[in-house]
Every structure is written in structure tokens, then in C-alpha cells.
């Protein structure tokens, strides 16, 4: 068990949907990321936030949104879906992002599945 | 920029086997190196790390040295097991600049066999 907490851990929904997805990270780290893991594209980097602010961002589309709150659990928001959206999204915690040194723990994920 | 390069899979061995996944790097100062284990159905879960040049992170019998002379980090284990099927991620943490995002290989599928 890392740590981190990820619900639910399954979502069906129809195209067209919008889904939120919750993750709270290890007690004590300040930095969550999203990453999403589809068969065709592997583990793809989506948005970082450090201590409720946007630190980094990779292959995130404009349909997707996160935050990250004051108690530090982040949601990843998923809209307009479509059925390529369908994959594993996971997400991933750290204490100390400025070190190289630092080490992310990730969540078991959620699989989405978009009809 | 940085990358990591791991074998292709999928990677199919007899129980007892001896396990080598390759990882190479390109990257600019002196970046950490980690694998990641996925098994069936779960999430990412980080088996060893190594932070400097010439240490040898280990964990549940794998093993990975950091070669800055080679720019690898090759995993290694003497004697699989049926558990130890699973995918195996390589990946590194730049040392430079506050992005200091994980760069990750593709990923090597394991499987062994009894």
C-alpha cells in the first residue's frame, strides 16, 4: 500500500460525459500528478500541482482539468468524453519535487471506460 | 532532451531463470533512475531507485546499478519467479531545473512461466 487513494476505482460512462476523479495523496507529501495509461500510448504524463498550485504540465487536453485543494487531495476532471478517453488514469504523490532525489508513489487508478 | 529507452517485450522466462531488462538514458546533469513494477491489474509501484553514479538500488531480489559511463540502469534478478510476472517501467528524474518530472521508458512486459 503507497499511500495513496484513488476513487473509484471504476467509472462506465457514455461519450458526450463528464466524470470527476479523486485522489488524495501519502500523508505529508505536497505534490500530486496525473498521469493516464492507455494500450496504445503507454504511460502518458498529464499535470502536476504542488501545494494547490499548476507546476507542470505534459499531454493534457483542453478537455481535461485539475485542481489541487487546500487539504491537498486533487481532482481530475474529464469532459466531453470520448471513447479514446477510455484508459487507466493514475495518480501519483511526492514530498519533495525540487529534489532530485524525489520519489512518486503512485495510486492503484481508476479505469475509465467510456461506450 | 531527456529519455529512457528500455528492450522491447514482451520478455518470456522458465521459472528460476536469469532476468536482464535493459534501460539506457540520455539526459543532461545528474539525473535519479528508478523501476517501476506494475503487476496484473494493480497500480505502479516503485521497486528500487538509485541516485548518483555507481549506486546499486535493490529490492526483492532485483538489482540496478547506475553505469554514468554507459547511461544505463539495467534490471537484474538471478532467479525468477511466477510473481514476478508483471511490466517493468524504467525511468529517471532530470537533475537540473525545478520541471523535474519523471521520464518514462515504454515499459517491458515479463512473463514467467513455471
Known amino acids: 500500500d503507497s499511500g495513496v487513494t484513488q476513487t473509484p476505482k471504476h467509472l462506465i460512462t457514455a461519450t458526450g460525459q463528464r466524470v470527476t476523479l479523486r485522489c488524495s495523496p501519502r500523508s505529508g507529501d505536497l505534490s500530486v500528478y496525473w498521469y493516464q495509461q492507455s494500450l496504445d500510448q503507454g504511460l502518458q504524463f498529464l499535470i502536476q500541482y504542488y501545494n494547490g498550485e499548476e507546476r507542470a504540465k505534459g499531454n493534457i487536453l483542453e478537455r481535461f482539468s485539475a485542481q489541487q485543494f487546500p487539504d491537498l487531495h486533487s481532482e481530475l476532471n474529464l469532459s466531453s468524453l470520448e471513447l479514446g478517453d477510455s484508459a487507466l488514469y493514475f495518480c501519483a504523490s511526492s514530498e519533495s519535487p525540487g529534489r532530485s532525489t524525489d520519489t512518486q508513489y503512485f495510486g492503484p487508478g481508476t479505469r475509465l471506460t467510456v461506450l | 532532451g531527456d529519455s529512457v529507452t528500455q528492450m522491447e517485450g514482451p520478455v518470456t522466462l522458465s521459472e528460476e531463470a536469469f532476468l536482464t531488462i535493459n534501460c539506457t538514458y540520455t539526459?543532461?546533469?545528474?539525473?535519479?533512475l528508478f523501476w517501476y513494477v506494475q503487476y496484473p491489474g494493480e497500480g505502479l509501484q516503485l521497486l528500487l531507485k538509485a541516485t548518483k553514479a555507481d549506486d546499486k538500488g535493490s529490492n526483492k531480489g532485483f538489482e540496478a546499478t547506475y553505469r554514468k559511463e554507459t547511461t544505463s540502469f539495467h534490471l537484474e534478478k538471478g532467479s525468477v519467479q511466477v510473481s514476478d510476472s508483471a511490466v517493468y517501467f524504467c525511468?529517471?528524474?532530470?537533475?537540473?531545473?525545478?520541471?523535474?518530472?519523471?521520464?518514462w521508458g515504454l515499459g517491458t512486459s515479463l512473463a514467467v512461466n513455471p
Open positions: 525511468a529517471l528524474r532530470g537533475g537540473a531545473g525545478n520541471n523535474r518530472k519523471l521520464i
Open positions: 539526459a543532461t546533469g545528474y539525473p535519479s
